[in-house]
């Protein structure tokens, strides 16, 4: 069972940056972050793959977020800059096994996933 704990959440005013990672117990070929903000959707942020470390994010999302990883600390990191209040959500890390899966819309339905971290902008 393959266990993900995500931390660097907290409070930020718009404009502002935030930093979360992942730490995992082992490494899988997709890592991704995806979101929940209350009374919606579960969103998919983005997603690395391992090996050519290539990434994909939620188009809404691109010029202001990148995921990086770093394989040999099993982390998992997303950068998120020019933050926003509609920003605000739970955002989780999860993971992956399949390579075909590996694809920021299917982040949320990863087969595993970690407990979340609060990120909340305030205007």
């Known amino acids: 069972q393959l266990e993900l704990v995500e931390s660097g959440g907290g409070s930020v005013e718009a404009g502002g940056s935030l930093r979360l990672s992942c730490a995992a117990s082992?490494?899988?070929?997709?890592m991704g972050w995806f979101r929940q903000a209350p009374g919606r959707e579960r969103e998919g942020v983005g997603v690395s793959q391992l090996g050519d470390g290539g990434t994909a994010y939620a188009a809404s999302l691109r010029g202001r977020f990148t995921i990086s990883r770093d394989n040999v600390k099993r982390q998992l990191y997303l950068q998120m800059n020019g933050l926003k209040p509609e920003d605000t959500a739970l955002y989780y890390c999860?993971?992956?096994?399949?390579?075909?899966?590996?694809?920021?819309?299917?982040?949320?339905?990863?087969?595993?996933r970690g407990q979340g971290t609060q990120v909340t902008v305030s205007s």
């Open positions: 999860a993971a992956e096994t399949r390579a075909n899966r590996c694809r920021a819309d299917y982040a949320p339905y990863f087969a595993y």
């Open positions: 082992g490494l899988t070929y997709c």
